[in-house]
Structures are given as structure tokens and as C-alpha cells.
């Protein structure tokens, strides 16, 4: 990505601003952020509503200063946690500046989903900007009847067609969020690229291993606490538990003579090393919290409720 991407400003100004990502699951939210940050702040796999909560994420440069707000997917809530996962987009939505709205342009059939219909409803007075995303994977003559009823249903809203994991059009998307960002001073100090703490972002990657490596719906049932992180001379020890519903779900997570959580934890470790940038010894087990998705003290345990 380029410094200024074209973008032209006043002499002696500076921008900052709240830019909240939002789109339904698997639209390319965290690998956009992750893009435009040059680091790994969003955890990415390929299955939907891997995210569940807002991840800030710190962009600064000397002329401007950008906070994305990553959300979760936009989803109708069937229990409890969803729910919350949904409060998160409400309160980035509310905060946010620029709404930047992520389109799956490979999911689009005919029609905007009617989750992304109705969102529109709720962000009338917001500065909204829309990307196509994925673009290289469809045929560019479809991206005109998108490109069409978007316009129709968000009015005045920027729409660049982009492809997050790719690249392509990025820059173009960065200039023109850049241009929409307010005039203020940085709210950050320029070393600090997240305002989430390390045990967040471990507890994530572990989550991420999880996710690469499970099938099906169990990553879906399954959290992770840390239980310990301690600092050590050249070592980080972290014992942290994977959260599972029920009492089928822990021999799947273990595996046959644990081969499947040394899975998980190597994973998991390796990532944790590249983020921490030191070695670590990463220590994984498996506690039942019976329906942990649908109750608060549970959410709270995993850090989903805050109080």
C-alpha cells in the first residue's frame, strides 16, 4: 500500500478519524484490516462468523491517524452470544465516523442480501462508503447490476470494487476513505497498533488454530481463556483452556491420543510466536461449559461481556 495513495491535503492539517468495518460473515472484513495494517490484527479463516467481537486496529502516519473498528458479521441472533456480537456492531456503527461496508460480491444473487437492505435503514445520516470485495473471483460484467441497485439503495455512498486478498483496488479504496476522514489529532501514539492486550490477541490465535483445524460445527461451541501468561527471560508460558458445550465435544477437540489439541496447540504456538516475536510455551486444555454460547457469566468468563 502506498503512503498517500493520491491522496492531497492541506498544509499543516491533520486527520483522525473512526472508520467501522461492517458486512455480513466471511465478506473479507479482517483480511481488508489486516491489509492495510501490514500485520496480522484480525484473525482469517474460511469459515464464516470467525469474529465476535470489535478489534480495534491502529493505522498512523504523520498526517493522519486511522482507528478500523472490525466487526462481526451482520446476522439475525439466535441466543445469547450473538446478540452481544451484534450490540458490537450497534456501538462501532454509532462511533464510527466512516462506515466502510463490505460486499461479498461472490455471494451477490441478483440481489443485495436483505440483512444489507435493512442496514441501510440505520446508517441514513452516517458517511458510508461501499467496496465490492472479491472481485477476482467473479465475472466483471456482474459488478455493473451491483454496482446499480447498491446505488439504490445507499444513495450517495462511494462504491469501488475491490479484492481484499488480492489487492486489487485497495489503494483506490484507502485514498477515498482517507479523503472522507475528519480533520483532529491523533487519539494514539504512533507505536501502538491495537488498544487490545496480548492475552486477546493470544486467546484469538488459539481460537484461529481452532477453526483451521476443526470440521464442521465444533469450532462454532468451542472458546478459549487464558489462564495464565507469564514472562519469562526469554519465554512466554501461557496456560490457557478451550471452552467446549458438551460432553461429546472434548474427546473431539482432544483426539484420538491427543493428536488432534497437539494440533490446535502447534498451530496455535507458532502463530503466538510470530505475533509476540519470542519463543513461547503454550500448554492447552479442554473444560465443559454446558450451553457457555447462551449464558452471560459464561461470555463474561471469555471476555465477551465486559461487566
Not at 60 to 66: A, F, G, M, P
Not at 242 to 267: A, C, M, Y
Amino acid at each position: 500500500m502506498n503512503e498517500h495513495n493520491g491522496y492531497q491535503k492541506r498544509v499543516g492539517t491533520h486527520k483522525c478519524g473512526f472508520v467501522a468495518i461492517v458486512g455480513l460473515p466471511n465478506a473479507g472484513k479482517s483480511t481488508l484490516v489486516n491489509r492495510y495494517l501490514q500485520e496480522k490484527v484480525s484473525i482469517v479463516t474460511p469459515k464464516p462468523q470467525t469474529t465476535r467481537s470489535n478489534v480495534t486496529s491502529i493505522l498512523s502516519r504523520h498526517d493522519y491517524q486511522i482507528i478500523f473498528i472490525d466487526t462481526p458479521g451482520i446476522l439475525k441472533p439466535r441466543y445469547r452470544m450473538q446478540e452481544v456480537m451484534a450490540s458490537f456492531i450497534s456501538t462501532a456503527v454509532d462511533e464510527a465516523d466512516i462506515i466502510l461496508l463490505l460486499i461479498d460480491a461472490l455471494q451477490y444473487k441478483d440481489n443485495l442480501h436483505p440483512a444489507i437492505e435493512s442496514f441501510a435503514g440505520k446508517v441514513r445520516k452516517k458517511q458510508i462508503i461501499i467496496a465490492l470485495n472479491k472481485i477476482d473471483l467473479i465475472d466483471k460484467n456482474l459488478l455493473l447490476p451491483m454496482i446499480t441497485q447498491a446505488n439504490d439503495v445507499f444513495g450517495t455512498a462511494e462504491i469501488i470494487p475491490v479484492s481484499a486478498s488480492e489487492g486489487e483496488n485497495t489503494d483506490e479504496l484507502f485514498s477515498v476513505i482517507l479523503s472522507a476522514l475528519p480533520e483532529g489529532p491523533k487519539l494514539y501514539p504512533d507505536d501502538i497498533i491495537s488498544d487490545e492486550p496480548e492475552r486477546f490477541f493470544v486467546a484469538e490465535l488459539i481460537r484461529e488454530a481452532i477453526f483451521l483445524t476443526m470440521e464442521e460445527e465444533i469450532p462454532y461451541a468451542t472458546a478459549v481463556v487464558i489462564d495464565t501468561f507469564e514472562d519469562r527471560e526469554d519465554l512466554s508460558v501461557i496456560h490457557a483452556s478451550i471452552l467446549v458445550e458438551k460432553n461429546s465435544q472434548k474427546p473431539i477437540i482432544i483426539g484420538k491420543g491427543g493428536r488432534t489439541i497437539r494440533d490446535i496447540g502447534t498451530k496455535a504456538r507458532l502463530g503466538i510466536e510470530e505475533f509476540l516475536e519470542r519463543r513461547v510455551f503454550l500448554d492447552l486444555h479442554v473444560k465443559i461449559r454446558k450451553d457457555w454460547r447462551k449464558k452471560d457469566v459464561f461470555l463474561r468468563e471469555i471476555g465477551l461481556l465486559r461487566r
